[in-house]
């Protein structure tokens, strides 16, 4: 499982690693439980003892997702507004209609 933060509350994953770090629970059972492997496990136990009043799995975005580079965006709206135009002038293929 990649997204903890969707399927554990912060304090669940907290209570579990420090579960471990006390020697209560062995790290494979967690291991299953969560549904990852030893290095984010153990990434995770590195994140606790840093930081624990400021632990967190929550997930936030460097960047927007699905956005058009804003020149893209522009052509794109260029060539609606002239097929647009096409339509509303009864000639939706753009070619030359003869006389």
């Given at each position: 499982?990649?997204?903890?933060?969707?399927?554990?509350?912060?304090?669940?994953?907290?209570?579990?690693?420090?579960r471990?770090?006390?020697?209560?629970?062995?790290?494979?059972?967690?291991?299953?439980?969560?549904g990852?492997?030893?290095?984010?496990?153990?990434?995770?136990?590195?994140?606790?003892?840093?930081?624990?009043?400021n632990?967190?799995?929550?997930?936030s975005?460097?960047?927007?997702?699905?956005?058009?580079n804003?020149?893209?965006?522009?052509?794109?709206?260029?060539?609606?507004?002239?097929?647009?135009?096409?339509?509303?002038?009864?000639n939706?293929?753009?070619?030359?209609?003869?006389?």
């Amino acid at each position: 499982m990649k997204q903890l933060h969707k399927k554990f509350t912060d304090d669940q994953i907290k209570e579990l690693i420090t579960r471990y770090l006390k020697k209560k629970i062995a790290r494979k059972y967690i291991q299953e439980i969560l549904g990852i492997k030893k290095t984010r496990f153990f990434a995770l136990v590195k994140r606790l003892k840093a930081d624990p009043e400021n632990f967190s799995i929550s997930y936030s975005r460097r960047m927007p997702t699905r956005k058009i580079n804003p020149d893209i965006e522009k052509n794109i709206l260029k060539e609606l507004e002239i097929e647009r135009n096409l339509i509303k002038s009864g000639n939706p293929t753009g070619k030359p209609v003869a006389p």
